[in-house]
């Protein structure tokens, strides 16, 4: 009949049996709640609002298939199919996988009195009149040995109570609270912090929660999108900020591996733990390519000081920043212009090193695909910014002025040659999206050039033309600002990066266009 999510972590369905008229109820409603989290609990509840009793029999069916992410995202076939291995007497059904020296299981277990057959559990129901009838089941997962234990479990049940994780109570008992006369705002704002809870997942047993990506294909750590969502919610959890530096630095890249497109002093641009990552088949444990993800880990870790003060943290920190921003100034900038600019080698690699990572995003205002390497705009702005919050940390926290000195000298001589190499006169004045293999500018007019008026690498006489742009008809469709401009031939306002409303560009174009 209906669904109510209750919270990311909880859900629950309502329904009831066929009846033969529309205009009629059935009396027997059935309630299924279900609780997520290393795992699952799935509470069953039937309804019995007759004068008499009934006799029901309720089946339900299990199955597991243990399909990879990025298989399911491919319509690939995983490489085995489950075993179904049946215990009576512990009313389980375990889900088996083994392939290639892998072994996976998910146990579900149900409460006693049920029938147990191959891949499904009944049970025989006498229901009294106006009586209720429940049952629960419990499923783990198995990862190599260890049984998982889910985070809510049957002996929780509490009908009149939909509880947080002890995990999840802590978090966001550390969070600000907001209250005011504006309930709209107050809901909208909790109702957020929540959706930020949602994505916050353990990426091995022990270590601190991190944000990931999306769900739910993106349930994974993202260089790049776990470090923008660290950034704008440093003021409130500056802890999330905390766990992401740790992890992508103790993941920092530290070899020459051009299957995952690897360099020293690189950070990752995703960490996934499938079958084919775990087989070597597929580049994420983890893949490098991301080309902007350097100058963004340089970026949080001054904005962590700048909301915490906490040099300690920044120390701590020294020796992986000095890394990353060596990998900028090297491996990042490939032909030493000053720039940098990316190429895939790993066979199984993104064509696109930049947020705009689909197969057709850098082209030409008349469509042409641009060839690589490609220096994209937002990278040389992403730079800029880096090397001047890193000035403040070198002056600040690591008592280096001359090496600060340096720093901002290189961020003004690159301010200055930018503001040549990538502007266009044509169609009112803009920035190029990047620059192709040949240094030739690559026309197409795109919200690209929206972040450089986050990072402050535009010239003061040049960004009140780029917020005339951004709002445009050709780019502001009234939700938002297009990805491409209606009026460049390659534009498609349901292709991923040609013409959609990415709410990503909007964060980076928002915040710093309001002077204006």
Excluded at 168 to 190: A, K, M
Excluded at 209 to 238: E, K
Excluded at 242 to 249: G, H, K, P, S
């Amino acid at each position: 009949m209906s669904a109510k999510e209750v919270n990311y972590f909880w859900s629950t369905h309502y329904a009831t049996l066929p009846f033969e008229s529309i205009f009629e109820s059935h009396p027997i409603t059935i309630i299924r709640r279900r609780a997520a989290g290393n795992g699952a609990r799935e509470e069953i509840i039937i309804h019995n609002y007759k004068t008499e009793p009934v006799d029901l029999t309720l089946s339900v069916q299990l199955d597991a298939d243990f399909v990879d992410i990025i298989e399911l995202k491919s319509s690939q076939d995983p490489e085995a199919k489950p075993v179904i291995e049946i215990n009576p007497e512990e009313c389980q059904h375990i889900f088996v996988y083994r392939a290639n020296g892998i072994c996976r299981k998910t146990i579900i277990q149900c409460e006693s009195g049920a029938q147990i057959e191959n891949k499904k559990i009944s049970f025989n129901i006498n229901i009294p009149a106006k009586e209720v009838w429940r049952t629960c089941l419990t499923i783990r997962p198995v990862w190599e040995d260890d049984i998982i234990e889910p985070e809510y479990l049957c002996k929780d049940l509490d009908e009149n109570k939909i509880f947080l994780h002890k995990s999840l109570q802590e978090w966001l008992d550390r969070v600000p609270r907001l209250t005011g006369h504006c309930s709209i705002l107050s809901r909208t704002y909790g109702h957020s912090l929540m959706d930020l809870a949602a994505l916050r997942f353990y990426i091995a047993p022990g270590k601190k929660p991190v944000i990931a990506a999306g769900m739910p294909w993106y349930m994974a750590l993202f260089g790049r999108d776990s470090l923008i969502t660290s950034y704008q919610c440093c003021f409130i959890a500056p802890d999330i900020a905390f766990n992401t530096l740790r992890n992508l630095a103790n993941l920092q890249g530290n070899e020459y591996n051009y299957f995952k497109d690897e360099e020293p002093g690189k950070i990752l641009h995703e960490l996934r733990f499938g079958e084919k990552t775990l087989l070597g088949k597929k580049p994420y444990s983890p893949y490098f390519g991301s080309a902007d993800t350097c100058q963004l880990f340089l970026i949080l870790l001054h904005e962590v000081f700048k909301w915490t003060g906490n040099k300690e943290f920044v120390n701590e920190f020294k020796g992986p920043a000095l890394k990353a921003l060596y990998w900028i100034d090297n491996f990042g900038d490939m032909d030493g212009d000053g720039y940098v600019e990316y190429k895939k080698r790993s066979k199984e690699g993104l064509d696109n090193h930049c947020w705009k990572d689909s197969g057709t995003s850098m082209i030409f205002s008349d469509s042409r695909l641009a060839e690589a390497p490609i220096a994209t705009v937002e990278f040389q702005g992403y730079i800029y910014d880096a090397k001047i919050r890193l000035a403040e940390l070198a002056e600040e926290v690591w008592d280096d002025p001359s090496f600060a000195e340096e720093l901002r000298n290189q961020a003004k001589e690159l301010k200055r040659r930018f503001n040549r190499d990538f502007w266009i006169e044509d169609r009112g004045g803009y920035f190029a999206l990047g620059l192709d293999k040949n240094k030739e500018k690559i026309d197409s007019m795109t919200s690209n050039m929206g972040h450089l008026l986050w990072s402050g690498i535009v010239e003061d006489d040049r960004a009140g033309i780029i917020v005339k742009q951004l709002m445009s008809r050709d780019l502001y469709n009234g939700w938002g600002i297009r990805t491409l401009s209606s009026h460049d031939r390659g534009y498609n306002p349901i292709e991923y990066h040609n013409g959609t409303v990415w709410p990503l560009s909007l964060i980076h174009i928002s915040e710093p266009t309001r002077p204006y």
